[in-house]
């Protein structure tokens, strides 16, 4: 029997058995195969993460390292930030230090997430065996609910992803009613305009177009902070007489300040997409990093300021405490933005969509059609729940405590650990723990609190 045949009765006697009692047999069995096969033709550089070939190829079209940060940055520094220094308000000092432990929380969880998708091989080479989220849950429910696992975890991303669309357009129209106040529109108008402006969104098949379309939206941010930040600075004389809180807040405010500061940095729904799409995944860690820390310091200076400028006035959204001049060229600002920020979950949701839930193959005959009918579909239904949807912030409230928390902080930590556990030492499956908790948590006391508000607009009408 020649060395060869010896070769592939091992790989095959190693197969069955990981098939019969390993728990990750299916992708194990992928591993030892394409491990096989790179011994044999001489390919030592098969299984590195900069050359790898993944077991379903991706058609999807290389990003940079710069524009994978750019869409981060966009999906963190959304219209929240706006709403930073009143959670300031409400938490005192403590949401100091929030605003930063919840940086490096979500950077931790947005990686450990990404490592989810990656298994080691004979020779200790990292993998790409799972490319989304919904792969992900698959092989951590394979044996409780294997069915089931990846289909919540899709409902909630999109779920999530239509909730964020829905916000951005309900943000645009508002604006544009606020900005355009010389122009006869109803808020029903504006809706319809922004619409169409974000009609062309069905055409994006290129994560590229996306990327850049983050890039002048985070130029836009940028603009809209520094215009606030310079205006405090202009008030500084008067920031000795304001001081933060140190005593213990209201629960139901302190709870709010926690979601908004959270929630204000949530990209894990992207990551998966975005990481795959990168030229050079080695840069994902790195990117991660320098995003969230420039986030970081950014939203600090801007809370601490706004909160400075305006103290116990300081409002829910900080532009209208804006003189009325530059509360309008800010605005216009915003409205940019908004429109700008509604193509990367926009996209994501299609994505999954299309190819998570109904199974759409892109090169069979009259995919085109079917694509173009699903997004269009899509983008109808994010103007109709805009219109028609009761009480929309405290859905949305609803929403982000269910599905945001569990996205962000509970999977991420759950799946890390159980995926994870033979290779983490003591200190972190004991953050892991923690960060599982602070997500139970989050997600517990949202959804009361996000209840009893909508109860008490409720009893109000």
Same mark, same amino acid.
């Given at each position: 029997m020649?060395?060869f045949?010896?070769s592939?009765v091992?790989?095959?006697?190693?197969a069955?058995w990981?098939?019969?009692?390993?728990?990750?047999?299916?992708e194990?069995?992928?591993l030892?195969e394409?491990d096989?096969l790179a011994q044999t033709?001489?390919?030592?550089?098969?299984?590195?993460p900069?050359n790898?070939e993944d077991?379903?190829?991706?058609?999807?079209k290389?990003?940079?390292?710069?524009?994978a940060?750019?869409?981060? !940055?966009?999906a963190?520094?959304?219209v929240?930030?706006l709403g930073?220094p009143y959670?300031?308000l409400q938490?005192?000092y403590?949401?100091?230090? &929030? &605003? $930063?432990?919840?940086?490096l929380?979500c950077?931790y969880?947005?990686?450990? %997430?990404?490592s989810c998708?990656?298994e080691?091989d004979?020779?200790?080479?990292?993998?790409?065996?799972r490319?989304?989220?919904e =792969?992900?849950?698959?092989?951590?429910?394979r044996?409780?609910c294997?069915y089931?696992g990846?289909?919540?975890v899709?409902?909630?991303q $999109?779920v999530? %992803?239509v909730?964020?669309?829905?916000?951005?357009l309900v943000?645009s129209?508002?604006?544009m009613?606020?900005s355009?106040f010389?122009l006869?529109?109803t808020p029903?108008?504006c809706?319809?305009?922004s *619409?169409l402006?974000l009609v062309?969104c069905? +055409?994006?098949? =290129?994560?590229r177009?996306?990327?850049r379309l983050s890039l002048?939206?985070s +130029?836009?941010q940028? /603009?809209? !902070?520094?215009?606030?930040?310079?205006y405090c600075?202009?008030q500084?004389?008067?920031?000795?007489s304001r001081?933060?809180?140190?005593?213990t807040?209201d629960?139901d405010?302190f709870q709010v300040?926690?979601?908004?500061?959270?929630?204000?940095?949530?990209?894990?729904i992207?990551?998966?997409? +975005?990481e795959?799409?990168m030229?050079?995944?080695?840069d994902?860690?790195?990117m #991660?990093?320098?995003?969230?820390?420039l986030a970081?310091?950014?939203?600090?200076? *801007?809370?601490?300021?706004?909160?400075?400028?305006?103290?116990?006035?300081t409002?829910?959204v900080i532009t209208?405490?804006?003189?009325?001049?530059?509360? !309008?060229?800010?605005?216009?600002?915003?409205?940019a933005?908004?429109?700008?920020?509604?193509?990367?979950?926009?996209?994501?949701?299609?994505?999954? &969509?299309?190819?998570?839930? /109904?199974?759409l193959?892109?090169?069979?005959d009259?995919a085109?059609?079917w694509t +173009? %009918?699903?997004?269009?579909?899509l983008?109808l239904l994010?103007?109709? #729940?805009a219109l028609?949807?009761?009480h *929309?912030?405290? /859905? #949305?409230?609803l929403t982000?405590? $269910?599905?945001g928390a569990a996205m !962000?902080? &509970?999977l991420?930590a759950?799946f890390?650990l159980?995926?994870?556990?033979?290779q %983490?030492?003591?200190?972190?499956r004991?953050?892991d723990?923690?960060i599982l908790?602070?997500?139970c948590f989050?997600?517990?006391s949202?959804v009361?609190c996000?209840?009893?508000g909508m109860?008490?607009? *409720?009893k109000?009408?």
């Amino acid at each position: 029997m020649s060395r060869f045949q010896l070769s592939w009765v091992k790989t095959h006697a190693e197969a069955l058995w990981m098939k019969r009692f390993r728990a990750d047999a299916e992708e194990n069995r992928g591993l030892v195969e394409r491990d096989e096969l790179a011994q044999t033709y001489g390919d030592s550089q098969a299984s590195s993460p900069e050359n790898l070939e993944d077991d379903a190829p991706s058609t999807r079209k290389k990003i940079t390292t710069w524009e994978a940060g750019w869409n981060v !940055t966009n999906a963190i520094q959304g219209v929240f930030v706006l709403g930073l220094p009143y959670a300031l308000l409400q938490s005192g000092y403590v949401g100091l230090l &929030l &605003l $930063v432990l919840a940086a490096l929380i979500c950077s931790y969880t947005g990686k450990i %997430l990404v490592s989810c998708l990656y298994e080691e091989d004979e020779t200790g080479h990292s993998v790409r065996v799972r490319h989304t989220y919904e =792969d992900v849950a698959k092989a951590c429910c394979r044996h409780i609910c294997p069915y089931i696992g990846g289909k919540v975890v899709n409902a909630a991303q $999109v779920v999530e %992803l239509v909730m964020t669309c829905i916000l951005y357009l309900v943000v645009s129209s508002n604006l544009m009613c606020h900005s355009l106040f010389f122009l006869p529109l109803t808020p029903a108008t504006c809706s319809a305009i922004s *619409f169409l402006i974000l009609v062309p969104c069905m +055409l994006i098949h =290129d994560l590229r177009v996306v990327s850049r379309l983050s890039l002048f939206c985070s +130029l836009a941010q940028f /603009l809209i !902070t520094f215009i606030v930040i310079g205006y405090c600075l202009r008030q500084s004389p008067q920031w000795a007489s304001r001081r933060l809180s140190a005593v213990t807040v209201d629960f139901d405010g302190f709870q709010v300040a926690v979601g908004v500061i959270i929630f204000s940095y949530t990209s894990q729904i992207y990551l998966p997409t +975005l990481e795959e799409s990168m030229t050079d995944r080695l840069d994902f860690d790195s990117m #991660m990093n320098w995003t969230h820390a420039l986030a970081c310091v950014l939203k600090t200076a *801007f809370s601490v300021m706004a909160f400075l400028t305006w103290g116990e006035e300081t409002k829910e959204v900080i532009t209208d405490n804006l003189p009325t001049v530059l509360r !309008t060229g800010v605005n216009l600002c915003l409205l940019a933005k908004a429109l700008l920020s509604y193509p990367l979950p926009f996209y994501a949701a299609a994505e999954i &969509l299309q190819t998570g839930v /109904l199974k759409l193959d892109s090169s069979a005959d009259g995919a085109e059609r079917w694509t +173009l %009918l699903l997004r269009g579909s899509l983008l109808l239904l994010t103007l109709i #729940m805009a219109l028609y949807v009761p009480h *929309f912030s405290l /859905l #949305m409230g609803l929403t982000g405590s $269910v599905t945001g928390a569990a996205m !962000t902080l &509970l999977l991420p930590a759950l799946f890390h650990l159980q995926l994870k556990w033979t290779q %983490l030492d003591m200190s972190r499956r004991a953050v892991d723990i923690l960060i599982l908790l602070l997500g139970c948590f989050c997600s517990v006391s949202g959804v009361i609190c996000s209840i009893k508000g909508m109860v008490t607009a *409720f009893k109000d009408n």
